[in-house]
Every structure is written in structure tokens, then in C-alpha cells.
């Protein structure tokens, strides 16, 4: 069993930048590929970035290429989000999720676990 607790999460302004992190425990890490999700108030949660076991190969939805950059420390069992050039439609909740399938899937429900989620709001 995996758990995982997401950081990082805040208020901050348009154009400012935050450092998310993804804390996994009871597993092994590197043997999972790992993602982040987000979930905006009255929307479904959407697929944000992945990234491999290795930690060699990223994915990201449209919408974050270039602002967004995922990397995964497996030696400190640790994934991270860091988001620059932040937009107010960046405000959501931010979920990192473990699974086995690769490449990634964009589907929340493909993932084996899932963290409890941080809050990121951009104000504008």
C-alpha cells in the first residue's frame, strides 16, 4: 500500500510561481509511474503532467507546456510540480497519483493510488 501527501500549495499572484511536492511512503517508488491531476471548482479532474519510473520521460497536457515542469527524485521517494508563469485558471485542487500502466494514462481512474490533494489558488 502507497500513500502519498501532497505540499506546496498556496495563494499566490498571476505571473508568480510555486513548488509542489508528492511524499510517497509504504511502496516502492521507482517502480511506479507517477502524475499530477487537478481539479478547478465545478470542472472534472483534469490530467496535468506524468512522468516515467525513471524519471527520464515527461508528459503534460497542453495547457501547462512550458510553465509546468514535473521531476521525480527517486532516491528521496519524492515527486515534484513546479509551476511558473502561474494564470488564475491554474486555481484548483492538485493531486498527485501512482500507477503501473505506461506511457501514462490521462485518466484519473487508471491510477492505483492517490494523495489527499493541495490547494492552489492564482489570484489575478
Same mark, same amino acid.
Given at each position: 500500500?502507497?500513500?502519498?501527501? &501532497?505540499?506546496?500549495?498556496?495563494? !499566490?499572484?498571476?505571473?508568480?510561481? $510555486?513548488?509542489?511536492?508528492?511524499?510517497?511512503?509504504?511502496? /516502492?517508488?521507482? *517502480?511506479? !509511474?507517477?502524475?499530477?491531476?487537478?481539479?478547478?471548482?465545478?470542472? &472534472?479532474? &483534469?490530467?496535468?503532467?506524468?512522468?516515467?519510473? *525513471?524519471?527520464?520521460? =515527461? +508528459? #503534460?497536457?497542453? *495547457?501547462?507546456?512550458?510553465? $509546468? =515542469?514535473?521531476?521525480?527524485?527517486?532516491?528521496?521517494? =519524492?515527486?515534484? $510540480?513546479q509551476?511558473n508563469?502561474l494564470?488564475? &485558471?491554474?486555481?484548483?485542487a492538485y +493531486?498527485?497519483?501512482?500507477?503501473? +500502466?505506461?506511457?501514462?494514462?490521462? /485518466?484519473?481512474?487508471? #491510477?492505483?493510488?492517490?494523495?489527499?490533494? =493541495?490547494?492552489?489558488? !492564482?489570484?489575478?
Open positions: 500500500q502507497v500513500q502519498l501527501v &501532497e505540499s506546496g500549495g498556496g495563494l !499566490v499572484q498571476a505571473g508568480g510561481s $510555486l513548488r509542489l511536492s508528492c511524499a510517497a511512503s509504504g511502496g /516502492t517508488f521507482s *517502480s511506479y !509511474v507517477m502524475a499530477w491531476f487537478r481539479r478547478a471548482p465545478g470542472k &472534472e479532474r &483534469e490530467f496535468v503532467a506524468a512522468i516515467s519510473r *525513471s524519471g527520464r520521460t =515527461t +508528459y #503534460y497536457a497542453d *495547457s501547462v507546456k512550458g510553465r $509546468l =515542469t514535473i521531476s521525480r527524485d527517486n532516491a528521496k521517494n =519524492t515527486m515534484y $510540480l509551476m508563469s494564470k488564475p &485558471e491554474d486555481t484548483a +493531486y498527485c497519483a501512482a500507477g503501473t +500502466y505506461y506511457p501514462p494514462p490521462q /485518466t484519473w481512474g487508471s #491510477y492505483d493510488y492517490w494523495g489527499q490533494g =493541495t490547494q492552489v489558488t !492564482v489570484s489575478s
